[in-house]
């Protein structure tokens, strides 16, 4: 599996981060993009309101755009010297103005070119297959071929046209076909062969690296099933194409969902007033109503605010089935999967999944499952009672029907008012701390000190207006080579655009044929809260911690350094990608960063100790509920991908998430529909973001924790976890960055407060 947009709605390890349905990269880890058994192309096509665009002036028929809205310039980070913002970067930024005609003809001549090559390989002798006419070519090849590719197919997450978003899916869809065609070729892979048995008996030295490319070359074939007869070949291309296809099909469906569910202001009683003033008003009939989007600045303040449970349940029925579409669509790639697998030779597709991950096979991801998910079920079934407590208490007060059960749509509200009431923490209060214009400069800032680079913003062609981009260089860079790479930011929400929060490594670095350097370029796509008539654009908390996350991300993509691109930045093991970013969420928790970073709108005051200690409390409070939902999605995930029969998928959904949640739903309708990450790269790997917070727990409170903003532990990290990205086994770095094997006994202190653990 390749990396793809990281998210990490993709997803969070922290306690007080929302995850599934929030961002994914990520995840969304989102994001990893997915790639089919074997590709030997790469596309970064994660799956991935209606804010009036501003002026521009036309260029082929589109809009160009230049990174100097309003919006885009509601921050701005400390200036550079005179030196750096007059250094140029060696490399220009892409073009953002193609027509729709123009996708898919660029990936038309770039599959063709792409395959023009490969037949050159594929026509060398056996004797005149090496490092360089094989390995190297191929190489070369693929970087070129994403260049092109990548950037092309990311216009579906972000484009406001609407002929442009299908262009860019069209070419993916053509990519990932040719792709699958790519990695089926016998003669290809003859080639490879014959380069690793000349290689090996000429004695050549290879460095590290050259010679994990030489050994993942051989892998992809073995995993694409190249020594399968011809018949069960030709078999499994018509089925990793279908596959391809059905899982683009259910990431689009997720992308362009715009459902809204309407209330009367009386029903949207306890929803803050500045949320509100949001949502678009209409007359229905003889009242006004409200439509309230499922994008996350709107739907879940109403489910955290909203104090008629009647308001909730409806938006949580209405929300959970808004993707019934795909319904089908899961089932179908399910069953492709399983065929797959099957062919192949593995036992499961989970296991096809995991044998090139950390854990190693599915039976590793049950153990760990089932022994976490023992840990956790008495402290959420203490949670749980505390909750329904607090439940019953209102419902009495106010004369509300209680029948002794807690829902789905009850959770984040008595989460909330158990913090509120229990630690007195508003979360509107805190979020009038965090101002968008003082919050992201600020974690740049953070960001920049601790790595030593600088982030200078210029204004040059992007996608929509609201885009900011900029150049990232060495902090003491005096000429060219000082550069590190472009970094673009789109941050608040527009119609049909990628409705979480999610990085998408669109280039990455590599040495280029003639020993130049080719620079990486990284974009966060976010939906933060946009300013209302009666206050700026503020964020939560919860914002907060996303934002930190996915700036991990970036600098993943940006501070890799490796000689080939298959290995760059966050092209790691599936269940290791989310562990960096999972360790930075705890600066979020520290209280000089919470200070540094917090700025009240209005008095421009910082938190106060007492506000940070009570945001520190609150980062565990309902840890079991809050797991055991992570738990859910994770063996949901599991078991389709290692059950040998089809199944009722949507009472499957609905019956786990009861048992393992511990909190019922009524009506819910097919969830499944929205549970993008296993169409969208995180098939069989859901689990990792909670596998990969052992390592996260474990590498903060071994380096960071004593002082988390010291520039030198910042350059350890860099040196021995961002630069190798996946250029050398994710132990290895693991065991260089920590100075020992790692262990999960900081994750299990984090999370019960003791030591002992088999996980």
Request: some cysteine.
């Amino acid at each position: 599996m390749k990396p793809r947009a990281v998210s990490t709605v993709a997803v969070s390890a922290l306690r007080r981060r929302p995850m599934l349905g929030i961002a994914v990269g990520v995840g969304a880890l989102a994001a990893l993009r997915q790639t089919l058994p074997g590709a030997g192309v790469r596309l970064n096509s994660l799956q991935l309101v209606t804010p009036l665009l501003h002026p521009a002036r036309a260029l082929n028929g589109l809009s160009l755009y230049r990174s100097q809205s309003t919006l885009s310039g509601l921050f701005s980070l400390s200036p550079a010297d005179s030196i750096m913002a007059s250094l140029n970067p060696p490399q220009a930024a892409p073009k953002w103005t193609h027509t729709p005609e123009e996708v898919l003809k660029l990936t038309e001549d770039a599959i063709a070119e792409y395959r023009a090559l490969e037949d050159s390989v594929a026509a060398l002798k056996p004797e005149e297959c090496n490092f360089e006419s094989v390995g190297l070519t191929l190489a070369h090849a693929e970087n070129k071929f994403n260049a092109i590719a990548e950037p092309l197919s990311f216009y579906q997450n972000v484009s406001t046209s609407k002929e442009l978003r299908e262009a860019s899916n069209k070419a993916e869809v053509m990519v990932r076909d040719f792709g699958v065609e790519s990695s089926m070729r016998i003669d290809v892979f003859r080639a490879k062969q014959a380069a690793e048995k000349n290689i090996n008996a000429s004695g050549k030295k290879l460095s590290a690296e050259e010679q994990r490319l030489v050994e993942k070359m051989i892998l992809d074939g073995t995993r694409a099933g190249l020594a399968l007869p011809d018949a069960e070949r030709e078999k499994l291309t018509q089925l990793k194409k279908e596959l391809s296809q059905t899982c683009l099909e259910f990431s689009k469906n997720f992308n362009e969902e715009n459902g809204v569910v309407s209330f009367t202001l009386e029903e949207l009683k306890g929803v803050p007033t500045d949320v509100i003033s949001g949502y678009t008003k209409r007359t229905e009939g003889d009242k006004e109503v409200y439509d309230v989007t499922f994008k996350t600045p709107d739907i879940f303040p109403l489910f955290k605010f909203a104090e008629n449970p009647e308001t909730r349940r409806i938006a949580y029925e209405r929300f959970e089935n808004r993707l019934a579409i795909n319904e089908p669509i899961m089932s179908k790639f399910l069953d492709l999967r399983r065929q797959i697998a099957k062919l192949l030779g593995y036992p499961t597709w989970a296991d096809y999944v995991t044998e090139v991950k950390m854990v190693k096979n599915a039976k590793g991801v049950k153990g760990f499952l089932a022994d976490l998910e023992q840990k956790l079920r008495p402290v959420g079934l203490k949670d749980r009672e505390t909750l329904l407590a607090l439940k019953k208490k209102e419902h009495d007060e106010k004369g509300l029907p209680f029948d002794g059960e807690f829902y789905l749509w009850d959770y984040r509200y008595y989460d909330r008012k158990f913090i509120e009431e229990s630690l007195n923490l508003d979360d509107q209060l805190v979020k009038e701390y965090f101002p968008v214009s003082v919050v992201v400069p600020a974690i740049l800032e953070i960001y920049q000190n601790l790595l030593g680079v600088k982030f200078v913003e210029i204004k040059g062609e992007t996608w929509h207006p609201e885009v900011q981009q900029f150049a990232v260089w060495e902090k003491d860079a005096k000429d060219e080579s000082g550069f590190v790479g472009y970094c673009y930011l789109d941050l608040f929400p527009r119609a049909s655009k990628y409705s979480h929060a999610a990085v998408w490594p669109l280039l990455p670095g590599y040495d280029k044929e003639d020993g130049t350097r080719s620079y990486p370029l990284t974009a966060m796509v976010a939906n933060l809260a946009k300013p209302t008539p009666q206050k700026p654009a503020l964020m939560r908390h919860d914002d907060v911690v996303t934002f930190f996350h996915e700036m991990g991300h970036v600098f993943h993509g940006l501070l890799s350094k490796t000689k080939f691109a298959r290995f760059h930045g966050t092209s790691v093991a599936g269940d290791f990608v989310e562990a960096p970013s999972q360790m930075l969420e705890n600066w979020c928790f520290e209280p000089k960063v919470l200070e540094r970073m917090s700025s009240h709108y209005e008095t421009k005051k910082p938190l106060d100790a007492e506000l940070i200690d009570k945001i520190i409390k609150s980062r565990y409070v309902n840890v079991g509920l809050f797991y055991l939902r992570q738990l859910f999605f994770a063996n949901f995930d599991l078991k389709v991908h290692t059950d040998q029969h089809p199944d009722d998928y949507t009472k499957l959904w609905n019956e786990m998430r009861e048992n393992i949640s511990l909190v019922k739903g009524r009506n819910l309708g097919a969830g499944q529909g929205t549970f993008n990450h296993i169409a969208g790269g995180y098939d069989a790997g859901y689990y990792g973001y909670t596998y990969s917070l052992v390592f996260a727990a474990d590498m903060y409170a071994t380096v960071f924790k004593e002082d988390p903003l010291d520039p030198a532990r910042g350059q350890r990290y860099r040196e021995k976890i961002l630069l190798p990205g996946g250029s050398r086994d994710e132990i290895d770095s693991l065991k260089d960055f920590l100075g020992r094997e790692p262990n999960s006994e900081a994750f299990i202190k984090e999370l019960f407060g003791q030591s002992a653990s088999n996980l």
